[in-house]
């Protein structure tokens, strides 16, 4: 069965780091296009970053130069690494992995992880 | 940046009557457009992509349409677990980019 599961949310003070895991099961995350996408409280979507197959990385314009998406093939893992963490990137972060061929599609998700900053 | 637009921002819907929801784009993005359900306390899932092409497992009474800069989601007879939130996405974005309408609540009238 495809699964994801995040984890290494918490409460963390303006100007703070954290990393988001995300472990997958059932497939292998090098193979495959995955996002990290994230929902502030009682607000919409916002997408935060992508990585290809191939390595290739992207961000949006608000987290550019201080989020840091990877993985681990060894670990079948994803993270996200959030610096200079601002109240605003208050929010609860999913990772999703896109369809074989098209990385904007977000065909499996995992329960999400809540972080928030705030001193 | 391409905004994405949804109205209305409520829906009230009987169970078995008919939902329109509507997406507007800033500027044209083809047919590279998806929409979502969400549930209270859940992920989002894929329920439409390519503006009309059903995701794996979608019932038939979802149904999209339009190109360009306007989009329609269409629930032909509403459930009771179809009662959530409803998010547009488009996909033409050249460096990657991903952008989500603000979300249509279809709640129980």
Redesign the interface.
Known sequence: EVQLVESGGGLIQPGGSLRLSCAASGFTVSDNYM?W?RQAPGK????VS?IYSGGST?Y??SVKGRFTISRDNSKNTLYLQMNSLRAEDTAVY?C?RG?LT??????K????TLVTVSS | ?IVMTQSPATLSVSPGERATLSCRASQRVSS?L?W?Q?KPG?????LI?GASTR??GIPARFSGSGSGTEFTLTISSLQSEDFAVY?C?Q?NNW?????????TKVEIK
């Open positions: 996002s996408v919409g979507l916002e997408w992508v992207y949006a314009d999913y999703a369809i098209k990385w904007e599609l977000l065909e998700w995992g329960q999400g | 940046e590279d998806a979502y969400q859940q992920a989002p899932r894929l992509y995701a794996t998010y996405q996909y460096p990657p980019e991903l952008t989500f309408g603000g979300g």
